[in-house]
């Protein structure tokens, strides 16, 4: 008796240890001590013993029903008090100064095409401006060698303020700006959005990028400013893309170019985006005018330079197969989200 009695107090233990919530507890409970528990079974043996012996096995197997009794209620409320503890510090697990999970937006493909072209002019030791995009007319025309009155201002229909600024209409108006800034030897290129009172179509807003770019130094040619095109459009593209150099009129350049890209909206079969010629006016660029570097307080016997006027928006629509440039001012979400950072 006595064994047995030791087994099923080992037995019980072992249970009570692995026991983790009531349900548990309650068939452990119905297990020993129910009435056709183990406990129960024991006494059906004790009418085996008689006298002395069946009165001690009898207190020994109360003892053990006490025992168990006794272990469970502890065990149960122990139970009881860890699940309340847990309960409680879950309620103390919120933050009241925790915003609401609205959803993440999303970048602009022209901040994408930007960023990345900011990256690889960083590269190739350029650094990033910016500039205003309310100046002067002395900023946007004069000091880009375009006096007062001369026909160049004609190719840009500028939006006028009353007070006499004008709204940019191309990033070169940063130009003299930023040689006063830095003199030379000069590395920058100066992202910003620039205004020309344009009739809407697929390819012409009121409102568009550019991302201009001057590189002053001893020496510089014409095979420089090719080669940093070049790379500069590889790198973008991640593709062999055909350029065109054709011959351009800007009174701030000279000799000036307009550089093309084979329309990878049609691959050069002709559509509206590229006005059915297959090519697409990427990169005005050229030499700097010496007027407009001496205008920039540049030494002209020591330096030479080349500047480019990079169709920011156009480059994006051409990355991302954007077909009409009205998508990337409408603010429409649906399309805009779409674009992958
Ligand atoms: N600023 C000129 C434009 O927007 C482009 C340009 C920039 C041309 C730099 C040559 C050099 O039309």
Redesign the pocket.
Known sequence: MQEQLQALRAQFDTALRQAEDSTALEALRVGFLGKKGHVAGLMQHLREFSGEAKKEAGLLINRLKDDIAQALSLRAEALRQAELDKLIQSAGQYDTSRPPQAPAGSYHPITLTQRELERIFIGMGFAVEDYNEIVNEYQCFESLNIPKHHPARDM?DTYYLDNGQVLKT???AAQNAIMRKYGAPLRAIFPGRCFRNESIDACHENTFF?M?GIMIDRDISISNLIYFMKTMLSEVFRQDIKVRLRPGF?P??EP?FELDINCLICGGEGCPTCKNSGWLELC???MIHPRVLEMGGIDTEEFTGF???LGLTRLAMMRYGIKDIRDLNAGNLKVLEQFPS
């Open positions: 840009q191309h990033t070169s550019q201009e800007f701030f350049v000036g005005p660029c050229g500047a480019f006027g």
